[in-house]
Nanobody, 116 residues
Framework: QVQLVESGGGLVQPGGSLRLSCAASGFPFSISAMSWYRQAPGKERELVAAITRAGDSTSYADSVKGRFTISRDNAKNTVYLQLSSLKAEDTAVYYC?????????WGQGTQVTVSS
């Protein structure tokens, strides 16, 4: 069955870094566009970063541009999100998302908390 399993979240101080991973299985990862979303308490889920099937193009929300980096390893069926220069407002549950030609798959989410 389709699975997206996120890992790497946790508690980090402002200015710190984290690397999130999302391991995919059960569907053709290499032909799926991948993205990361986040949802903070009381707020709507928002798109953070996206990467094309081949990994040759990326896009970012303005709020994270220059601080976050999305990447993928199609040989490992894994997509990553490097979070740097973290701020309190980055606190949220981060979700991995796969778009397989209109079929949408979600992971269960991983909590990122930025606090001193």
């Amino acid at each position: 069955q389709v699975q997206l399993v996120e890992s790497g979240g946790g508690l980090v101080q402002p200015g710190g870094s984290l690397r999130l991973s999302c391991a995919a299985s059960g569907f053709p990862f290499s032909i799926s566009a991948m993205s990361w979303y986040r949802q903070a308490p009381g707020k709507e889920r928002e798109l953070v970063a996206a990467i094309t099937r081949a990994g040759d193009s990326t896009s970012y929300a303005d709020s994270v541009k220059g601080r976050f980096t999305i990447s993928r390893d199609n040989a490992k069926n894994t997509v990553y999100l490097q979070l740097s220069s973290l701020k309190a407002e980055d606190t949220a549950v981060y979700y991995c998302h796969a778009d397989l030609f209109g079929l949408n798959y979600w992971g269960q989410g991983t909590q990122v908390t930025v606090s001193s």
